[in-house]
């Protein structure tokens, strides 16, 4: 009886293990038949009913039902392990053929080559680059550069005010008279940054552009200074052979004051539709600080002079990419910028 009911088992168990498919359900078997209520285990509590003489036969071919049964479990759970592990590895697998995702890198604006570009030309000749607030007082944008309240030049560069005592910036120029203040004499210095002014939108016009102040306080400073000094970033910018041109001019914080031309980098000065037929392109403002300017920012004239100059960054950076409306540098759109 026992041994047909432990051949039955034996049989019924192997059969179950040879179909099985997966783990889990191998382990299901092995508990339905080693674990505390498994069938084996139950014919083992029947040995108290098999005769005595009987017992070491009987319990000998339970011991290899076991064995047969625990050998096949163990044989069976390492082929599906490794048909499973062959299958996740066919499904996982990378095809290295397949187009790369496209890692969208950003641009360099053409305001930051520009300014990167004029940055190092006047590192290059010893200045510092400082910067100033944005958000400024009347009286470092207007005041301290000879701007009084009621003068025209207030007119012109028509702001947006915070309140009666502070303004956005109309102008980079503001930097000058803080630097002049902090005194650290000789300074050459320049100050690239945001200007507001209250200008409609058009192709070379926006409420907020860039400039890049220039300041240069020694004793002995001339015109001479300044002007080798312009014509030596001019050449840096446009090229060797840019020549330049002074036009006697108005700023109430320069006296004497002049703008400067280049001649056109394209046609070379003969006339063409950058330059508007003219040859020369106008680029900066500059001139001899003001001796009043520099009183109020406390210092001797008796033993100082500077120069001053104001480039209008854009206007750099729209000429050199040779782009023909300033509106395209602030759409941020990056299949313009990428061409830069
Ligand atoms: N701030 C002037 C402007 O916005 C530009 C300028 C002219 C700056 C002459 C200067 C200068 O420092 O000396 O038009």
Redesign the pocket.
């Known amino acids: 009886m026992m041994k047909e009911r432990l051949q039955e088992i034996r049989e019924k168990a192997l059969s179950q293990i040879s179909s099985t498919d997966s783990l889990e359900k191998l382990n299901e078997i092995r508990v339905s038949f080693l674990g505390k209520k498994g069938e084996l285990t139950e014919v083992l509590k029947g040995m108290k009913d098999v005769a005595v003489q009987d017992r070491p036969m009987v319990g000998q071919i339970v011991n290899e039902t076991r064995q047969a049964i625990e050998e096949m479990l163990e044989n069976t759970k390492k082929e599906l392990s490794s048909k499973l592990r062959e299958l996740q590895l066919k499904a996982e697998v990378i095809d290295v053929t397949l187009p790369a995702k496209k890692n969208n890198v950003g641009h360099s604006h053409p305001n930051t080559l520009a300014l990167e570009e004029i940055k190092k030309i006047f590192i290059g000749m010893g200045y510092e680059v400082v910067e100033g607030p944005e958000v400024e007082y009347d009286y470092y944008n207007f005041e301290a550069l000879n701007i009084p309240a009621n003068h025209p030049a207030k007119d012109e560069?028509d702001t947006f005010y915070i309140n009666d005592k502070i303004v956005l910036r109309?102008?980079?120029?503001s930097v000058?008279v803080r630097e002049m203040e902090r005194g650290k004499l000789p300074m050459r210095m320049i100050s690239p940054g945001r200007?507001y002014r209250a200008d409609e939108v058009d192709a070379t016009h926006s409420p907020c552009f860039h400039?890049v102040?220039?300041?240069v306080i020694d004793e002995n400073i001339t015109f001479a200074d300044l002007k080798g000094t312009l014509v030596e970033f001019a050449k840096e910018i446009f090229g060797p052979d840019t020549k330049v041109k002074f036009r006697p001019h108005h700023?109430p914080?320069?006296e004497p004051?002049a703008e400067m031309d280049v001649s056109c980098f394209k046609c070379g000065g003969k006339g063409c539709r950058m330059c508007k037929g003219e040859g020369w392109i106008e680029i900066?403002?500059?001139?001899m600080?003001h001796p009043h300017v520099l009183e109020m920012s406390g210092i001797d004239t008796e033993k100082y002079t500077g120069?001053?100059?104001?480039v209008?960054l854009e206007r750099i950076a729209l000429l050199k990419y040779e782009i023909d409306d300033m509106r395209l540098l602030y759409e941020n759109d990056t299949r313009f910028l990428k061409q830069f």
């Open positions: 560069q109309t102008q980079t120029s000058q200007v400039q102040e220039g300041l700023f914080f320069t004051s900066l403002g500059c001139g600080v120069f001053a100059f104001g209008g």
